[in-house]
């Protein structure tokens, strides 16, 4: 390719003529992997089409970013087919993007895993992960505007803790588990809820906005110890 011509080119004038083309191309060709993959069809489709993303290859790799942006004029479900890895997570449209299917696994080389939710995403259904989830890292959820983020999938923190920053309304109705904890620490509303009880032991705090434990009476909402409020801001502030 022109591009390790250029570098072969320019590593033969450095004094490096040892070191071949193809090697060079080598070292070059993981900065493509930072890029975002973009979702670039007004269709629902399978995650795993290289086609459906722009630049066209497959979010799938530790620190991989998957962005499903404003492309999409009506309520869209992308497909898990087999199990994925990524390290962010955006979803921002008005209408809603469902992710359906296989597991989704975040992992980070450095630094939290994130889900970002932004645009009215369907209104008050919003955005939702119907995928079960997996952490081999911290997790940021934020939700930035719009309506909810409803989070479906059973979640395994694997030991990791769930950071949540909600503007709106974000749901956890699939079953929790694992020993990391769990913070709601926006303004917002975050939601446990759903039929199925959660195992998770870490301490669930919350610093800011409501947490609304909405399982019935014999579901299990929070296993292990529960914090509210950290001493600033204004009263009742932080609420659950």
């Known amino acids: 390719m022109v591009r390790s011509n250029i570098i ?3 590593g033969s004038r450095l004094g490096w003529p040892a070191i071949a083309s193809a090697s060079l191309f080598f070292l070059w060709g993981p900065c493509d992997q930072l890029h975002s993959q973009t979702w670039n ?13 722009t630049p066209a290859s497959v979010p799938n790799a530790v620190d991989a970013s998957a962005s499903l942006g404003t492309i999409i004029t009506s309520n869209r479900v992308i497909t898990l087919a087999s199990p994925v890895t990524v390290g962010a997570l955006s979803l921002n449209d ?29 209104g008050s259904n919003g955005h939702a992960i119907n995928s079960a989830i997996s952490l081999n890292d911290n997790l940021l959820v934020s939700r ?35 020993g990391g904890g769990f913070s709601a620490e926006g303004p917002g509303t975050v ?25 019935s009476s014999s579901v299990t909402a929070v296993a292990g110890n529960l914090s509210v409020g950290d001493g600033a801001g204004a009263a009742a502030s932080a609420r659950a």
Request: net charge neutral.
């Open 8 to 10: 072969a080119s320019l």
């Open 41 to 53: 069809v007004n269709a629902n489709g399978a995650w795993g089409g290289a086609g459906n993303w």
């Open 94 to 122: 008005n209408n809603r993007y469902t992710i359906t299917g296989s597991t989704l696994t975040f992992d980070v080389s450095a630094g939290e895993a994130t889900i970002t939710a932004q645009g009215a995403g369907g």
């Open 144 to 178: 930035l505007s719009g309506g909810n983020l409803d989070i479906n999938g059973a979640m395994a923190n694997n030991g990791n803790s769930i950071r949540v920053i909600s503007q709106a309304v974000v749901r956890f109705d699939g079953a929790i588990s694992g």
């Open 191 to 215: 939601t446990i809820g759903g039929a199925s009880a959660n195992s998770f032991s870490g301490l669930t705090s919350v610093t800011d906005g409501l947490l609304n434990l909405s399982k």
